[in-house]
């Protein structure tokens, strides 16, 4: 018998998903301003390697609202919208880099933190307008 | 000058957001079926440490839509509706370990899927009925 007194471990988050009416221009912004890598990408999805075991998934909205039966199993139905918000981790001595390389790309930055464990954050938009954080350690008790 | 030939590194996915009806229920779920450790919790955020630099923000709607200004900088308005998806990665030998505390719990699985790479799957809704995937390692080119 399987222990059941306890919830399991997780071992991460392994897939972050955003929503997008335009799924070459998100992937186009993505891979250029962000630079990520596409593992694998169609007309409906867009797989980011972010780090070992960390994805981004870009949808496109209305594709993904129904049940998918595959050879190998099924995906049921999901869909989003909205600006949501998410974050990337980066360190402490990238950030001046980000600056100028967002400056570059002609991302406006619209706000900025500074956290008291010592963290930074910069915000800025993509273009469906979800809110994206960069962020330094020294945010959260784990990071 | 700093560097603009190419992006700075990102480190990985810091924060991953779910927009839920009911704060207190949503922090239920993901505390006591998925025993994930809450930091920090008020009447409009609860942030949950998933593992390090890896964390779970849940949001009450309609509580983000505006911009706040805070004595250490301002966090931009953002929101989300929607089922949406995200996933969390479990080792290999937790599977069966969950089915039977998902079971215990009173969570129905929707569906599974067994990955070309050998990855296994297993899907679930929580109370806002997003769409929560568990999944062993053999999924994507880096997991």
């Known amino acids: 018998m ?6 399991p471990a997780l071992s991460g988050v392994l897939e972050t998903a955003l929503y997008v009416d335009d799924l070459p221009r998100a992937r186009e912004f993505y891979a250029g301003v962000l630079g990520l890598r596409a593992m694998s990408g169609d007309d409906r999805l867009v797989a980011f390697a972010v780090a070992p075991a960390q994805v981004l998934l870009l949808f496109r909205h209305g594709a993904t609202g129904k049940r998918v039966e595959l050879p190998s199993g099924a995906i049921p139905g999901h869909d989003g919208h909205g600006p949501v918000h998410f974050a990337f981790a980066i360190a402490a001595d990238a950030l001046p880099r980000w600056e100028a390389w967002l400056a570059h790309c002609g991302v406006a930055i619209e706000a900025r933190n500074a956290w008291p464990r010592g963290g930074h954050s910069l915000y800025f938009r ?3 307008q979800h809110l ?5 350690p020294g945010l959260w008790e784990n990071y």
Chains 1, 2 share one sequence.
Do not use: Y
């Not at 399987?2 to 919830?7: I, K, N, P, W």
């Not at 994206?132 to 330094?136: F, G, H, M, N």
């Open 2 to 7: 399987a222990d059941v007194s306890t919830a």
């Open 126 to 128: 993509d273009p469906d």
């Open 132 to 136: 994206v954080e960069l962020a330094t």
